[in-house]
């Protein structure tokens, strides 16, 4: 988003990738097995939240697996750093 400083972008790029990654570590413990019915839910309800609210203003991208390969398709690069360092 235009209105977004360069590190504010990074911040929220970093922010919904933590709240990710938390989520990850969370389902896989092994203390958590017995709850592993619900699992795909909770990845779900966490990747909607943060598209809904981080992707108007960075595209929530939440890897740079997942940013790199449209912008090498269509050569598009500005900006390409912010998801790639939060990986």
Known sequence: ??????????????????????TCCGVWDHRNAHQGDSNPIKFALVIILCSATVGPYTGASMNAARSIAPAFINNIWTKQWVSSLTW
Do not use: P, R
């Not at 988003?1 to 938390?22: M, N, R």
């Open 1 to 22: 988003h235009e209105s977004l400083s360069d590190f504010q972008a990074f911040a929220v790029e970093f922010l919904s990738t933590s709240l990710l990654i938390f």
